[in-house]
Antibody
Framework: EVQLVESGGGLVQPGRSLRLSCGAS????????MHWVRQAPGKGLEWVSG????????AYADSVKGRFTISRDNAKNSLYLQMNSLRAEDTALYYC????????????????WGQGTLVTVAS | EIVLTQSPGTLSLSPGERATLSCRAS???????LAWYQQKPGQAPRLLIY???TRATGIPDRFSGSGSGTDFTLTISRLEPEDFAVYYC??????????FGPGTKVDIK
């Protein structure tokens, strides 16, 4: 069974930093691209960032480009999101998601989701 | 960037009825790259349909997807109590910008 477990969320002041982590199990982690998707309270879904299986291809939403950095450690079956210069509008539940396509491709379709970690940016 | 519009915003139906949800794209793209997700309160989204019409693993056959170009539809043939939720369509396949629609809420009439 695929499991994705996020951690690292919390309350942080505007302008500060936070690092999210996602532990993966139940599948061959380094066969798949991984992504972060967020959902502001009471709002819809927004893709944030994605990383290919070997970290060779990385992409960001315009809303976080230059402030957030995605990374992965295949030896630890872990995905990360370093969030700098946080703003109030970054307040959201952040989901770790697994890409549906194996063997190196990145589709942006998410067949497994974690339960999310809540990031609140407020003074 | 492709913008997705979903209609209606809310659909009020009774168990056993048929639900038809629409997703319209601002420009045409290959039907292979349209997905539908279901989200219940307090839960993470769940993939229902990808490639516009392929059911994800474990999804009951009362859920079906169709469409191409700019117009896509999710149909729930007979609503079960557990189907009342919010449904999102998503365009994928071209990075960056794997965009989601704003969602359609299916609630009990």
């Amino acid at each position: 069974e695929v499991q994705l477990v996020e951690s690292g969320g919390g309350l942080v002041q505007p302008g500060r930093s936070l690092r999210l982590s996602c532990g993966a199990s139940g599948f061959t982690f380094d066969d798949y691209a991984m992504h972060w998707v967020r959902q502001a309270p009471g709002k819809g879904l927004e893709w944030v960032s994605g990383i290919s299986w070997n970290s060779g291809s990385i992409a960001y939403a315009d809303s976080v480009k230059g402030r957030f950095t995605i990374s992965r450690d295949n030896a630890k079956n872990s995905l990360y999101l370093q969030m700098n210069s946080l703003r109030a509008e970054d307040t959201a539940l952040y989901y770790c998601t697994k890409d549906i396509v194996p063997y190196g491709a990145t589709s942006g379709c998410f067949d497994n989701w974690g339960q999310g970690t809540l990031v609140t940016v407020a003074s | 960037e492709i913008v997705l519009t979903q209609s209606p915003g809310t659909l009020s139906l009774s168990p056993g009825e048929r639900a038809t949800l629409s997703c319209r794209a601002s420009q045409s793209f290959g039907s292979r790259y349209l997905a539908w997700y279901q989200q219940k309160p307090g839960q993470a989204p769940r993939l229902l349909i990808y490639g516009a019409s392929t059911r994800a693993t474990g999804i009951p056959d009362r859920f079906s997807g169709s469409g191409s170009g700019t117009d896509f539809t999710l149909t729930i043939s007979r609503l079960e109590p557990e189907d009342f939720a919010v449904y999102y369509c998503q365009h994928y396949g071209s990075s960056p910008g794997f965009t989601f629609g704003p969602g359609t809420k299916v609630d009990i009439k």
